[in-house]
């Protein structure tokens, strides 16, 4: 039994209904049909254990985790140790995103290159500056030689703090600036070991609740506070109102100017094109307003949330997240595009050559019609006997049988171009067919002409 007979016997039908189903089933399997995030698995960058950084995150992870997402919440020393390790992690990829208080400086200058900004959180930050009897303090000259905690070391808290009050201006004072964790913080100032605090929150957090109703701590209510913003640019000036804390004990007791400054969202490009997505779709989910939060920073814009928090998701954003990992959707447009200009160009110069043969094939049967006769057939050709007359025409049909053997060569040459759209062949074995019944007919002729 040869191999034909082998291959006839096996259920090639069976197989190729097999292999197909399985292709059908892997394709149907990366498609993203409840626009889910198992996708997204992610470590962000939040600041120390309890604090608004963190708790923001917790939210995050809550939401994408009801999806299928993971986001890690990573403890930290605050935004300066979050830039610092969300550069270094940049290789890596052990994190891809961070919370980071605006204005917080790059270790390097050439970092911020390896950074880009997603967003910024719709809420603003507040600084606080509390301590026992502050509601007394309203002129900066009343905090001098004060002793005043900064939070830790390497903070936004410290840095910020350390920006408005070691200024030119505010130098004389001579503070003296420390750094403690924020509870260790707020039990020196309720000891009297600190005369003021410095705190950069929201303003509702409960750490900062709790030690202005229960630790009685107050806030200082300085009355130039606004002027600080003209100096430090990621400042603005707000205003904690009166009860805020306590409606009934009308805590605090007037309203009270504070500094405000935004918080960024920031990546290091570790993250592919789907899972910066999936992570801007819960932060506008779980954060009205993000979306429509203005930037200003000088930190380069990534395309990826400018796109999404001006159009939205496309339909393969959400549906189909690994084809925009490859290339984004605009691209596999242009792609298509360029591959059917390419398709019609080849049909086109197929139809061309096709066009040509057939003329050059009626060009050299032409030969023949002036030798032998308008209205002979090659089948009538084929039986045609001999005359006096056709004894001169032998060179005329030797140059037909000439140009047609040739343009039968050229003829099986182009069929098996690339240029020839899937079942196209068939039009060139037709004029390869015509062009071996002229032939046989003219040498079968020509035969008897010898």
């Known amino acids: 039994m040869d191999w034909r007979r082998r291959l006839s016997r096996f259920p090639l039908g069976g197989v190729v209904l097999v292999v197909v189903s399985g292709l059908v089933a892997l394709v149907f399997s990366t498609v993203n049909f409840g626009a889910g995030l198992g996708h997204v698995d992610i470590a962000v960058l939040s600041g120390s254990t309890g604090g608004n950084y963190a708790a923001v995150v917790d939210r995050l992870a809550a939401r994408a985790d009801k999806r299928g997402g993971t986001i890690e919440n990573v403890s930290s020393q605050g935004s300066v140790d979050n830039i610092r390790r969300l550069v270094e992690g940049a290789d890596s990829c052990d994190v891809h995103f961070a919370l980071v208080q605006e204005g ?93 605090g410095v705190f950069v929150m929201d303003e509702d957090a409960v750490m900062i609740r709790s030690a202005i109703r229960d630790r009685r701590l107050e806030l200082v209510s300085l009355e130039h506070l606004d002027v600080i913003p003209t100096r430090v640019s990621y400042l603005s000036a707000g205003v904690i109102q009166a009860g805020r804390y306590d409606a009934l004990a009308l805590i605090p007791a007037r309203d009270h100017t504070v500094l405000r400054v935004d918080t960024l969202v920031i990546g290091n490009r570790c993250a592919s094109r789907s899972v910066e997505i999936g992570l801007l779709r819960v932060l506008v989910e779980e954060l009205p307003g993000f979306a429509t939060k203005e930037g200003r920073g000088s930190l380069r814009r ?89 004894a001169n025409k032998r060179d005329q049909i030797d140059a037909a049988i000439r140009e047609l053997d040739a343009l039968r060569v050229t003829t099986r040459k182009h069929e098996n171009s690339m240029l020839v759209p899937m079942g196209g062949e068939w039009m060139y074995r037709y004029e390869e067919e015509q062009m071996e019944a002229a032939l046989t007919a003219l040498r079968t002729f020509r035969s008897k002409l010898a």
Not at 143 to 167: D, I, N
Not at 302 to 312: D, F, I, M, N
Not at 364 to 380: H, K, N, S, Y
């Open 302 to 390: 990534s395309e990826v949330a400018k796109e999404y928090l001006t159009a939205g998701p496309g339909f393969a954003d959400e549906y189909v997240p690994w084809l925009v990992d490859i290339m984004p959707l605009g691209n596999w447009f242009y792609i298509v595009m360029s591959v059917s200009v390419l398709f019609n160009a080849m049909t086109v110069w197929h139809r061309v050559r096709l066009w040509r043969i057939d003329a050059n094939r009626d060009k050299a049967f032409q030969i023949v019609r002036d030798a032998l006769g308008e209205q002979l057939t090659p089948a009538e050709i084929l039986v045609l006997q001999p005359t006096d007359a056709h």
């Open 104 to 196: 917080t400086p790059f270790p390097n200058p050439d970092d911020a290159d390896k950074l880009e900004l997603i967003g910024r959180l719709p809420r603003s930050e507040t600084l606080f500056l509390i301590g026992k009897d502050a509601a007394r303090l309203t002129k900066f000259e009343e905090l001098r030689g004060m002793r005043v905690g900064v939070g830790p070391k390497g903070s936004g808290t410290e840095y910020l703090a350390r920006s408005v009050f070691e200024a030119e201006d505010l130098k004389p004072l001579g503070l003296k600036l420390t750094n403690h964790e924020l509870p260790d913080q707020i039990e020196q100032l309720a000891s009297g070991a600190l005369d003021l």
